[in-house]
């Protein structure tokens, strides 16, 4: 969810509720007061009725200014009625309708005999008042709502402003590349933001520097102390008075300097992927990739008595990548599936709008499935693999976002490559 | 047959010389760019092998200036670097070839031979080993008159074996040689057994004599005694 839909999302929520509320006991203090306010109009009428019967006891006026309607009951000498205010719903003749009144009932002493006199006020008015008052109170409040939600955007917009232009920096930001920088802040968490981003960002272009540095120097110091042993041995080789012993030493001296020289310079193409040193992307044919890398292997292929069938899509496979990582991608997928084959075995190249599927015969993993694509991890059996070809084919995947999977079905180990989504 | 080789590591470089020697050719050495570069026009060199790793210069500088004087010379960039950028970069600037450390020396003079053949002779040399004549322009070898019929791997390694004749080359040189990255280890050994063993089967079928001698399983070596 998007920042601005969220905190629009809690400010009304949480006004709507409050609003609520507030107009919950706003509606009940003000029918309070209303009320409270007629009760001291009924008494006041009271004095009125009082000294009206004090003047004749006989005869009340029909009318009596303020007060709605009366109504005077003789009562027996013995009965006692103490002063109640009350609300009653009585018909009003004109409209046929029922009204509410507000009512003062009391016991006059002031007539010949104990007389009941209840004092009517209709509620009408005040009731109307509270009515319009309400209605007004919501329209603000959906005023309000409303400028509530303007102003949170165009503030928010405004106050962020700088916030997601930093986010688009970081999102361009590149180790390779420049640290990110960003303007001037006046807020100060923005500013505090800033100065740990760019710290951030110096820092991670400044290992990933001296990382490549590392790797390009690594390299170096290994190869050249290897090619020395590697011209030692050859010239030691040539030697006249060298016996089949003496060979035998330095062919195994000669065969693990290879090796160590193989899985060095493995292991920096796999560090030179990781840190993304390969920028050069073209468009790259994967018809033609194959048919170039299918070609370089059929020697390997036929010796193994291995049967390749290619099925490619009628469409044009296009992958965008740097050629030197296709040539490495393809060609360690398809050795290893010449490799780990069974003599006279087939292999299935097929190409999709959007993948590549290589199936090949092969016994089971001798590891866990999940193992696959870990380095070193290698079938023992299977002569000198330095078990890296795989984890290479992954890394190169997995630094374009491509999808590589396994599957072993009907004896057959298939992988899958999605290159397009 | 002068060769001028700018390389600062001395071990390697003192291998490069003895093994170039073996092979008849004379030998020039510089350790740092700028004796290198005061030996580049102190011959008519036949190839230079330039590092580009130098402790006081830069070797593709050195390059481009050697191409700059003399244009028949071969140039080989020998370099622990191996970016495909850094090949690119050295082939422009007009070098012929580019060897990646650590490499075998019966390669380093198999690349010797095919670049001094492309920048001197033009392609047109004939080699010619006892009964043997290889054309490397038409690709073609003979035995005698008798034009013998060879894959492009068989051709390949007879040319690889007759450039480094009298010396014994490793069977791990010879799969680089042949196949580089697809070679890798699997079983490329069974494969370089299976084509020598054809191209001695055509080659005597054709009338030649053995020439190349198994050398106690290390690898092989391609001589007339």
Avoid at chain 1, 188 to 205: C, G, I, N, P, Y
Avoid at chain 1, 314 to 335: E, R
Wanted: hydrophobic content about 40%.
């Amino acid at each position: 969810m998007k920042l601005l839909t969220k905190t629009t999302l809690y400010i009304a929520t949480l006004s709507l509720f409050l609003f609520f509320l507030m107009g919950i006991i706003f509606f009940q203090v003000l029918k309070n007061l209303s009320q409270a306010d007629l009760n001291r109009e009924l008494s006041g009428l009271k004095e009125v009725v009082e000294s009206h019967l004090t003047q004749d006891p006989q005869h009340l006026p029909i009318r009596i200014v303020g007060i709605d309607s009366l109504s005077v009951q003789k009562v027996d000498a013995g009965h006692r009625q103490e002063e109640v205010f009350g609300d009653t719903l009585m018909l009003d003749a004109a409209s046929n309708q029922f009204r509410t009144y507000r009512y003062l009932m009391y016991q006059s002493a002031r007539g010949q005999g104990p007389l009941l006199v209840k004092i009517y006020k209709s509620t009408a008015p005040t009731d109307q008042l509270v009515e319009r008052v309400t209605l007004m109170m919501t329209i603000m409040v959906i005023c309000f709502l409303a400028g509530v939600f303007l102003l949170n955007r165009t503030v928010f917009a405004n106050l962020w402003k700088d916030f997601f232009k930093a986010l688009e920096k970081l999102k361009e930001f590149d180790t390779a590349k420049e640290p990110v920088v960003l303007g001037e802040q006046d807020i100060e968490e923005f500013a505090e933001l800033k100065d740990v981003l760019e710290k951030m960002t110096r820092q991670l272009s400044r290992d990933y520097r001296e990382l490549k540095e590392f790797t390009d120097h690594t390299t170096h110091e290994l190869q050249t102390p290897l090619a020395v042993i590697k011209s030692k041995t050859e010239l030691l080789i040539q030697s006249e008075n060298m016996g089949p012993g003496e060979m035998k030493l330095i062919q195994a001296i000669n065969a693990s300097t290879n090796q160590i020289s193989r899985l060095n310079s493995t292991l920096t193409l796999i560090t030179r992927i990781e840190n993304r040193q390969f920028t050069g992307v073209r468009e790259i044919d994967l018809a033609r990739l194959l048919d170039k890398h299918i070609e370089m292997l059929q020697e390997l292929v036929e010796l193994r008595g291995i049967e390749l069938k290619k099925t490619y899509s009628g469409v044009a496979n296009k992958i965008q990548m740097d050629p030197g990582l296709a040539d490495i991608l393809v060609t360690n997928l398809l050795k290893n599936a010449i490799v780990h084959n069974r003599e006279g075995g087939s292999i299935a190249v097929e190409t999709g709008p959007d993948r590549l599927i290589i199936r090949n015969d092969g016994a089971p993993l001798p590891f866990a499935e999940e193992d696959l694509f870990r380095r070193f991890i290698r079938d023992h059996g299977k002569g000198k693999g330095l078990g890296l070809g795989l984890s290479l084919v992954k890394k190169i995947c997995e630094s374009y976002g491509f999808l590589l999977e396994y599957a072993y079905k009907k004896e057959q180990h298939v992988f899958t490559l999605v290159y397009s989504f | 047959m002068q060769i001028l080789i700018v390389e600062d590591e001395d071990s390697l470089r003192e291998s490069m010389v003895s093994y170039l020697e073996m092979e008849g050719f004379k030998c020039e050495q510089a350790g740092n760019y700028h004796t290198g570069l005061c030996m580049l026009d102190q011959h008519d060199y036949l190839c230079m092998l330039i590092d580009l790793n130098l402790p006081d210069g830069d070797g593709l500088e050195l390059v481009k200036l050697a191409r700059e004087n003399q244009d028949d010379t071969g140039i080989i960039i020998i370099s622990a670097r191996s970016a495909l950028e850094e090949r690119v970069k050295g082939l422009e600037l007009g070098a012929d070839d580019y060897l990646v450390k650590p490499f075998h020396l019966s390669e380093l003079v198999a690349r010797i031979h095919s670049v001094v053949r492309r920048t001197r002779i033009r392609g047109a040399e004939i080699l010619k080993i006892g009964v043997i004549r290889v054309s490397p322009e038409e690709k073609q070898c003979f035995v005698e008159d008798q034009a013998v019929d060879l894959t492009r791997k068989e051709y390949d390694l007879l040319l690889y074996l007759m450039a480094n004749r009298n010396r014994v080359i490793t069977k791990e040189s010879i799969a680089d040689y042949l196949w580089g990255d697809y070679g890798g280890g699997y079983g490329s050994y069974d494969f370089i057994y299976t084509h020598l063993k054809n191209l001695r089967r055509k080659l005597e079928d054709a009338g030649s004599p053995d020439y190349i001698q198994n050398i106690y399983g290390v690898g092989y070596k391609f001589s007339l005694d």
